[in-house]
């Protein structure tokens, strides 16, 4: 099991100072909090992408990579790359260049973004966003295996016999999650692929995400990548987390009364009990976190959302030395022991499932 973090990058106003910090402050912030997450034994960091106010996340390669400059162990992943409206050869060449200078440590997880009025700044159509992300990843998937590659599809020029650079480190392409907060159409393409299937898990019921997940194991297994169970799945989730959980409700309730992306018709108390939000002491995350096994399965990676809604940078980290050292290794530990032996543990055990047969484009 993975256990890391991920930024969406927001600039909100701390409801308690009154501040808002300036862009270059959020993203000095996000290096902060990232070389933090490795210095407590995280595994995994993972940004967003996003073109449009209030976000300071428009380029998560070139932050990613002055990361791992400074870095010597921890993943480095998008929370999401916006497959619809980055072009597929800018995202073959800017993270196979990533995976060079990390020595590696690179993955991505695609998506279509939840923004339709970006479509048109980079000259595409909110109402195309299914059909884009399908032919722009079947593009990428071949940019990174294939070294002359010819192409003619709907939504770009052709290409002709076009090699695509840097080529991945290796020969190993970065490892692929399809994320999705409600498209069953993205766990049908993760399946298709064999690739590993992002739910956000952010803001909808335990229902709903475990409807996503479960469309994409039965498909996984249909196309032939092995069981269902052994399908690679990554769940999102949001904490704040105190060693007493009434400190944790008190401190929290603020951020949540007032930022944005809360619907203010839900109590605290309401919104945890509807979503993953879990606000609470180190053991209430923990038990809160290995619940989520009950309706996805055995999965591969966690991700927490913990620098959002205004929570000053100071409480971050803090947040971060919780989690290191009172959640994660727990979390660790109790995934491993409820795991069968045929389940990967991790993205990287994912070639010891052996497709039982090819599948096209595959």
């Given at each position: 099991m993975q256990i890391g973090i991920f930024s969406v990058g927001d600039l909100t106003a701390d409801p308690v100072t009154g501040s808002t910090p300036t862009e270059h402050e959020r993203i000095r912030a996000t290096v902060a909090i990232a070389r933090k997450a490795e210095e407590v034994g995280l595994d995994v960091v993972a940004l967003g992408q996003h073109h449009n106010p209030p976000y300071a996340a428009?380029?998560?390669?070139?932050?990613?990579a002055y990361i791992a400059a400074q870095t010597e162990r921890i993943i480095l992943s998008t929370a999401?790359?916006?497959?619809?409206?980055?072009?597929?050869?800018?995202?073959?060449?800017?993270?196979?260049?990533?995976?060079?200078?990390?020595?590696?440590?690179?993955?991505?997880?695609l998506g279509r973004g939840n923004t339709g009025p970006v479509y048109p700044w980079f000259g595409k159509d909110a109402r195309d966003g299914v059909e884009l992300a399908i032919e722009n990843y079947a593009l990428l998937h071949r940019?990174?295996?294939?070294?002359?590659?010819?192409?003619?599809?709907?939504?770009?020029?052709p290409l002709q016999n076009f090699t695509s650079t840097p080529r991945p480190l290796g020969g190993v392409p970065p490892f692929v999650w399809h994320g999705a907060v409600r498209s069953s159409e993205v766990a049908e393409q993760a399946a298709f692929y064999g690739n590993g299937f992002f739910a956000h898990h952010v803001f909808w019921p335990a229902f709903h995400t475990a409807r996503l997940v479960q469309t994409y194991r039965e498909r996984f297994e249909h196309f032939g990548h092995?069981?269902?169970d052994q399908g690679i799945v990554g769940l999102g989730g949001q904490v704040f987390v105190r060693s007493r959980s009434q400190d944790a409700v008190r401190e929290?309730?603020?951020y949540f009364d007032n930022a944005p992306m809360y619907s203010k018709r839900y109590s605290l108390e309401q919104f945890m009990g509807a979503t993953p939000l879990t606000v609470g002491s180190p053991q209430e995350v923990i038990d809160r976190t290995l619940g989520f096994r009950e309706y996805v399965g055995d999965?591969?990676?966690?991700?927490?959302l913990v620098d959002h809604a205004g929570v000053p940078l100071t409480t971050v980290l803090e947040?971060?030395?919780?989690?290191?050292?009172?959640v994660v290794p727990t979390l660790r530990k109790e995934f491993a022991a409820l795991r069968p032996a045929h389940v990967p543990e991790t993205p990287a055990d994912r070639h010891r499932v052996v497709p039982a047969r090819s599948v096209a484009g595959g």
């Amino acid at each position: 099991m993975q256990i890391g973090i991920f930024s969406v990058g927001d600039l909100t106003a701390d409801p308690v100072t009154g501040s808002t910090p300036t862009e270059h402050e959020r993203i000095r912030a996000t290096v902060a909090i990232a070389r933090k997450a490795e210095e407590v034994g995280l595994d995994v960091v993972a940004l967003g992408q996003h073109h449009n106010p209030p976000y300071a996340a428009s380029s998560p390669t070139t932050t990613l990579a002055y990361i791992a400059a400074q870095t010597e162990r921890i993943i480095l992943s998008t929370a999401t790359t916006l497959i619809t409206t980055t072009d597929p050869v800018r995202i073959a060449e800017d993270y196979a260049q990533l995976q060079h200078l990390a020595e590696g440590r690179v993955d991505l997880v695609l998506g279509r973004g939840n923004t339709g009025p970006v479509y048109p700044w980079f000259g595409k159509d909110a109402r195309d966003g299914v059909e884009l992300a399908i032919e722009n990843y079947a593009l990428l998937h071949r940019l990174w295996r294939e070294e002359a590659v010819d192409w003619e599809g709907r939504f770009r020029t052709p290409l002709q016999n076009f090699t695509s650079t840097p080529r991945p480190l290796g020969g190993v392409p970065p490892f692929v999650w399809h994320g999705a907060v409600r498209s069953s159409e993205v766990a049908e393409q993760a399946a298709f692929y064999g690739n590993g299937f992002f739910a956000h898990h952010v803001f909808w019921p335990a229902f709903h995400t475990a409807r996503l997940v479960q469309t994409y194991r039965e498909r996984f297994e249909h196309f032939g990548h092995g069981a269902a169970d052994q399908g690679i799945v990554g769940l999102g989730g949001q904490v704040f987390v105190r060693s007493r959980s009434q400190d944790a409700v008190r401190e929290f309730l603020p951020y949540f009364d007032n930022a944005p992306m809360y619907s203010k018709r839900y109590s605290l108390e309401q919104f945890m009990g509807a979503t993953p939000l879990t606000v609470g002491s180190p053991q209430e995350v923990i038990d809160r976190t290995l619940g989520f096994r009950e309706y996805v399965g055995d999965y591969q990676r966690q991700l927490f959302l913990v620098d959002h809604a205004g929570v000053p940078l100071t409480t971050v980290l803090e947040q971060l030395d919780i989690l290191g050292a009172e959640v994660v290794p727990t979390l660790r530990k109790e995934f491993a022991a409820l795991r069968p032996a045929h389940v990967p543990e991790t993205p990287a055990d994912r070639h010891r499932v052996v497709p039982a047969r090819s599948v096209a484009g595959g």
